[in-house]
């Protein structure tokens, strides 16, 4: 009998080490409000090479990214970016595709225009074309329009 449990308990273990598992990085599917064009492949930090149009992405684990270059992050230190690299930041909440001056929620939401820019919402100018850079010497938050 003894016998017997210690071969069935081998058999399961060898079967749960070998069966696969479902892994945290998998690509996951989109998530209502995602606009087109939306990479599901997306890794903070990580290199990314569209970030003038259809810049949304979304990490591991669901968080929204937007592809951006960020000035001195470059491993050679440059301050613009080299042809067609930047990286993915966190995003603040993506409210889909939404038309430029509509009435948006408030601070801290992100949405794209028909046209695949990003947007974000300026209170009573509602959603804008542009994104938010860090201020001079990292102190402090500036809006740029898109171009």
């Known amino acids: 009998m003894l016998r017997e ?29 995602d606009p087109p064009g939306m990479s599901y492949e997306a890794y903070l930090s990580a290199p990314c090479y569209q970030w003038d149009r259809f810049a949304f992405g979304r990490g591991p ?14 491993p050679i230190g440059m301050d613009r970016p080299p042809e067609g690299v930047g990286f993915w930041v966190l995003s603040p909440k993506i409210y889909g595709v939404q038309a430029v001056g509509s009435p948006c929620p408030g601070s801290q939401a992100a949405a794209q225009s028909p046209d695949g820019l990003p947007m974000l919402c300026l209170g009573a100018q509602g959603w804008q074309p542009g994104s938010m850079h ?8 500036d809006f740029y329009p898109a171009s």
């Not at 273990?13 to 996951?28: K, N, R």
């Open 5 to 33: 449990l210690v071969i069935a308990a081998a058999v399961a273990g060898t079967a749960l080490a070998v069966a696969p598992s479902a892994a945290a990085d998998e690509p996951h599917g989109p998530f209502p409000g």
């Open 61 to 74: 684990g669901g968080e929204p990214l937007l592809c951006r270059w960020i000035p001195g992050q470059s």
């Open 134 to 141: 860090s201020g001079d010497w990292g102190n402090g938050n």
